[in-house]
């Protein structure tokens, strides 16, 4: 089964508003984190946000909050007054118990329409 | 500043050929690093994990005499792709974890074409 699913391929946002980017994951473990990554076109991989399994509060990073149900198991990403360099793929990616390295998901190519 | 270096950032090489790809931590030691595949429009799927001192762990299907993975010190990794095929192209990442729960630095990656 796959631990991170982003159901969204491609989604456009006109310059200014509020987008959300959906995550859910699957994992048995009491204790993970949960990440979210900018790609823009260069390939660099820029961090975001990052909310962890035990956080009571919802984690907010400037304009990027993340919107954590834990019980529907989904991290979704807002993104608030969007601008144009916003535009890039965007991956959640998770991190289990134990573990260092990141399972990502298969990422959502965000437009940003002027 | 970068916490994590690649190089080269880009590379053309021939059929049947190898490359290095070196991947340093440069603000602190790491006895682990990660090596990453991804393949255009797709996602990032981990190949292995770097061990200082001690052989890579590779991830299922990734050939391991392919790709030939060393940590040498504590601040460099280097992943090898030996007799490299067209099928290699790819964006390979390398990254750090430091053990925190966000502390997860990428490196700005390798673009290989094999041609």
């Known amino acids: 089964a796959q631990k991170i699913t982003q159901t969204q391929p491609g989604m456009f946002v006109q310059e200014k508003e509020a987008v959300t980017l959906d995550c859910t994951y699957d994992t048995s473990d009491q204790s993970y984190g949960l990440f979210w990554y900018k790609q823009p076109s260069s390939g660099e991989m820029i961090f975001l946000i990052y909310q962890g399994s035990y956080d009571e509060q919802n984690a907010t990073e400037g304009r990027y909050s993340l919107n954590f149900q834990k019980a529907r198991k989904s991290a979704n990403l807002v993104i608030s007054a969007s601008q144009l360099g916003d535009s890039a793929m965007y991956f959640c990616?998770?991190?289990?118990?134990?573990?260092?390295?990141?399972?990502f998901g298969t990422g959502t190519r965000l437009t940003v329409i002027p | 500043g970068a916490v994590v270096s690649q190089h080269p950032s880009w590379v053309i090489c021939k059929s049947g050929t190898s490359v290095k790809i070196e991947c340093r931590s440069l603000d602190f030691q790491a006895t682990t690093m990660f090596w990453y595949r991804q393949f255009p429009k797709q996602s990032l799927m981990l190949m292995a994990t770097?061990?200082?001192?001690?052989?890579?762990?590779?991830e299922q299907g990734v050939e391991k005499d392919k790709f030939l993975i060393n940590h040498a010190s504590l601040t460099l990794s280097t992943l090898t792709v030996t007799s490299a095929h067209p099928e290699d192209s790819s964006f390979y990442i390398c990254?750090?974890?430091?053990?925190?729960?966000?502390?997860?630095?990428f490196g700005p990656g390798t673009r290989l074409t094999v041609t």
């Open positions: 770097s061990n200082e001192g001690s052989k890579a762990t590779y």
């Open positions: 990616a998770m991190r289990e118990t134990g573990a260092n390295n990141l399972f």
């Open positions: 990254s750090v974890g430091r053990g925190g729960r966000n502390e997860q630095y």
